[in-house]
T-cell receptor
Framework: AQSVAQPEDQVNVAEGNPLTVKCTYS??????LFWYVQYPNRGLQFLLK??????LVKGSYGFEAEFNKSQTSFHLKKPSALVSDSALYFC???????????FGKGTTLSVSS | GAVVSQHPSWVICKSGTSVKIECRSL??????MFWYRQFPKQSLMLMAT?????????EQGVEKDKFLINHASLTLSTLTVTSAHPEDSSFYIC????????????FGPGTRLTVL
């Protein structure tokens, strides 16, 4: 069965510092991996995805993620955090045969000024 | 880009009434739509997968008679919460897949349901 783990409920960083939001996954076959961001009382906004190709994926708002097959991880990163990055971040996975996304529990990112 | 809308964005109803939530793909045809439920500060839980012109596929534990899903066209899916109760209060989010591009999903803004 597919699953996604986000081990941190909350990540706190100071503005200007690099940030990492962790995600590990379990799926049979090759994974399709996604990161979404959610602001309060809003739907999900797509940040980036890994389907195939380069392990380092660049997405919206300066975010990037690195696919690591041996560690089954897909951590979200940003070199310099902004206060406006504060939100709830979800990692999601789907296997090649599936259609629906399976989401992690979410990680709240708090960036302080 | 592909846009998905939901209506209403917020609804408050009395216990025992039914509420219909619409999910529309505005600028593309969606053969598949998904309905998720999200409790405060929790992840999205898939409720059902809806394919145009056929019956929805419900996830285990989701009552199909309580959460009626209709996907009558390639741009519209509806979720009706029948005989709503306070425990049905939640944030409901739909997503839609582009026809022929099943690995891409676009999410609606969500509908907050409060049952008194």
């Amino acid at each position: 069965a597919q699953s996604v783990a986000q081990p941190e409920d909350q990540v706190n960083v100071a503005e200007g510092n690099p940030l990492t939001v962790k995600c590990t996954y379990s799926v049979s076959g090759n994974p399709y991996l996604f990161w979404y961001v959610q602001y309060p009382n809003r739907g999900l906004q797509f940040l980036l995805k890994y389907i195939t190709g380069d392990n380092l994926v660049k997405g919206s708002y300066g975010f990037e993620a690195e696919f690591n097959k041996s560690q089954t991880s897909f951590h979200l990163k940003k070199p310099s955090a902004l206060v406006s990055d504060s939100a709830l971040y979800f990692c999601a996975v789907r296997d090649q045969a599936g259609t629906a996304l399976i989401f992690g529990k979410g990680t709240t990112l708090s960036v302080s000024s | 880009g592909a846009v998905v809308s939901q209506h209403p964005s917020w609804v408050i109803c009395k216990s025992g009434t039914s509420v219909k939530i619409e999910c529309r793909s505005l600028d593309f045809q969606a053969t598949t739509m998904f309905w998720y439920r999200q409790f405060p500060k929790q992840s999205l839980m898939l409720m059902a997968t809806s394919n145009e012109g056929s019956k929805a596929t419900y996830e285990q534990g989701v009552e199909k008679d309580k959460f009626l899903i209709n996907h009558a066209s390639l741009t519209l899916s509806t979720l009706t919460v029948t005989s709503a109760h306070p425990e049905d209060s939640s944030f409901y989010i739909c997503s839609a897949s582009l026809q022929g591009a099943w690995n891409e999903q676009f999410f609606g803004p969500g509908t907050r349901l409060t049952v008194l």
